[in-house]
């Protein structure tokens, strides 16, 4: 089974030798979550890439966000392991975790005037999908600093032309109410139909 750019990355993180081409097309999604978890911003035209031999990463897209247009800079893969890692503006991430199987990735954004915004992510080892490194069931990390604090961005990235696409929010359950008037109303609506079926 060939290996991913991800996949191969995380290997070479570890210390393990296989080499691949670098650097290597990837393209995805954006996905940017509030404090709560909500989904608050989405687009699936990232590009960028990523260097398995320089465990680098890069990202950027045209769509701007909010209305402001963003760039990502100094990406650096991760490979398996705990890492404290200092923001520009003096914060600290404490036991970021990569675990086995994952590879992870620190980036800066710039957002309008605001440069240097730190962002962390983990993805799975083969299929580039953005994990929930600290397990508060949102995926990404919170930002410590920049326009978002305690926002969530993320990215789902993976090599050559298929653009990954997170699977829909899922829809508000109907009421069981709602539901038995609609049923009811839809069968009432059939006899009807049968009536005049049969009178005719």
Not at 51 to 73: C, I, M, R
Not at 152 to 180: C, D, Q
Request: no cysteine.
């Amino acid at each position: 089974m060939k290996k991913t750019v991800l996949a191969a990355a995380m290997t070479i993180a570890m210390g393990t030798g296989v080499s691949m081409a670098a650097p290597t097309a990837v393209n995805g999604t954006f996905n940017m979550r509030s404090p709560g978890g909500g989904l608050v911003g989405s687009f699936s035209d990232v590009t960028g890439t990523f260097d398995s031999t320089a465990l680098t990463w890069s990202v950027a897209s045209p769509s701007p966000f909010f209305g402001v247009n963003w760039t990502a800079h100094d990406g650096v893969l991760l490979g398996a392991g705990t890492y404290t890692i200092p923001t520009v503006e003096g914060g600290t991430y404490t036991n970021f975790v990569v675990g086995a199987g994952e590879i992870g990735g620190h980036i800066l954004f710039d957002y309008g005037p605001t440069l240097n915004i730190d962002v962390l992510v983990v993805w799975d080892d083969g299929a580039g999908v953005a994990k929930d490194p600290d397990g508060d069931g949102t995926l990404g990390t919170p930002m410590l600093d920049g326009a978002f604090p305690g926002w969530n961005a993320s990215f789902n990235l993976r090599p050559g032309p298929t653009i990954f696409v997170e699977p829909p929010e899922p829809p508000e359950p109907i009421p069981v109410p709602a539901a038995i008037w609609l049923f009811g109303s839809g069968l009432v609506g059939l006899i009807g139909i049968a009536r005049r079926k049969k009178q005719a």
